[in-house]
């Protein structure tokens, strides 16, 4: 069985400042590791993707996410959060190609002015 | 470049009702999954269909089936609607080797 745990409810952070929102997973085998954000009423937006190579992945908007596989986690980072970046960001895990995401119950990050 | 579309974008039933979901995936996409969204929670996997087939089931009851057509789009079917079934129902769609799902935009379904 895969899960993963996103262990805050909601992230504040002001503009400008650095962000963390974190991840940990568990999976038999190499874990395929995602983060999606979701806005208001949408569908999910792919952000970034840790298959395998570089611990640290760079996605879109600048996003990037570490890997660490001693601790079990996949932490999304941004140097300098935007207003816009206000959304609800969910961790996945998936175990192999192609095979069903197990998602995290999501982080809500307030970016205030 | 379409993305993935999914139909209806609202709806409303009432308890024991049947409803149907479709999906139409990315360009070039051949696999299907479906999630389930309830609210304040992350999505959670129904399905996947691929080859017109469904390859892989998550933790869901008989109620919930689907069906994958040649073009390669796709429809769940929900029977006997409950209360707990109102969600949002996203659909994602892959090649069939990589690790990156496209999801739609998702169908909001509320069932009284």
């Known amino acids: 069985a895969q899960s993963v745990a996103q262990p805050e409810d909601q992230v504040n952070v002001a503009e400008g400042n650095p962000l963390t929102v974190k991840c940990t997973y568990s999976?038999?085998?190499?874990?395929?590791l995602f983060w999606y954000v979701q806005y208001p009423n949408r569908g999910l937006q792919f952000l970034l993707k840790?298959?395998?190579?570089?611990?640290l992945v760079k996605g879109s908007y600048g996003f990037e996410a570490e890997f660490n596989k001693s601790q079990t986690s996949f932490h999304l980072k941004k140097p300098s959060a935007l207003v816009s970046d206000s959304a609800l960001y969910f961790c996945?895990?998936?175990?192999?190609?192609?095979?069903?995401?197990?998602f995290g119950g999501g982080t809500r990050l307030m970016v205030k002015p | 470049d379409a993305g993935v579309t999914q139909s209806p974008t609202h709806l409303i039933k009432t308890r024991g009702q049947q409803v149907t979901l479709r999906c139409s995936p990315k360009?070039?996409?051949?696999?299907v999954s479906w999630y389930q969204q309830a609210l304040g929670q992350g999505p959670q996997f129904i399905f996947q269909?691929?080859?017109?087939?469904?390859?892989q089931r998550g933790n869901f009851p008989d109620r919930f089936s689907g069906h994958q057509f040649p073009n390669y789009s796709s429809e769940l079917n929900v029977n006997a609607l409950l209360l707990g079934d109102s969600a949002l129902y996203l659909c994602?769609?892959?090649?069939?080797?990589?690790?990156?799902?496209?999801f739609g935009p998702g169908t909001r379904l509320t069932v009284l």
């Open positions: 994602a769609s892959s090649l069939p080797r990589s690790h990156e799902q496209f």
């Open positions: 999976v038999s085998g190499n874990p395929y």
């Open positions: 840790y298959i395998t190579g570089d611990n």
């Open positions: 996945a895990v998936g175990g192999n190609a192609g095979n069903m995401l197990t």
């Open positions: 360009s070039g996409h051949d696999t």
């Open positions: 269909y691929y080859e017109e087939e469904e390859r």
